[in-house]
């Protein structure tokens, strides 16, 4: 059964609880890392200006002190492989739905199942839909 290593618990507890217990879940049954929770104010900006974010500090999810955000991506990652991601999210929302949360995943803002419709594709993001 794949786990989390030191980085990415480390980054996990950054999470809000609810997130925390979903990519818990999610990790026995499908490998996965989580790059990056809370973001503070430089980190969040960097984003922003490099245009790998669309909102400045403190407007993101991220940006909570108990952050509402995660980004997540199987593991071992291939950015190249658009599907598996997509294969993921999937996962993850079913997995979400399950435990009774609702969430949102950077490659569907709108939540309408269809990807191509997306302006701004952020494959490894999961957000609290609240």
Not at 20 to 42: A, N, P, T, W, Y
Not at 60 to 88: I, Q, T
Request: glycine share 8%.
């Amino acid at each position: 059964m794949p786990s989390f290593g030191q980085k990415s618990n480390t980054n996990l507890s950054t999470c809000d609880i609810r997130l925390q217990r979903l990519f818990r879940k999610v990790v026995e049954q499908f490998d996965c890392s989580v790059i990056e929770g809370h973001r503070g104010e430089e980190r969040q900006n960097f984003l922003f200006d490099s245009e790998q974010s669309k909102v400045r500090y403190p407007s993101g999810k991220h940006n909570a002190v108990v952050s509402l955000a995660a980004d997540v991506v199987p593991y071992p990652v291939d950015w190249e492989d658009g599907e598996r991601f997509a294969l993921f999210a999937g996962y993850v929302k079913g997995i979400a739905e399950m435990m009774g949360l609702k969430i949102r995943w950077g490659g569907d803002w709108n939540g309408d199942f269809y990807t191509k419709d997306t302006k701004f594709f952020d494959a490894p993001h999961f957000e609290l839909d609240e």
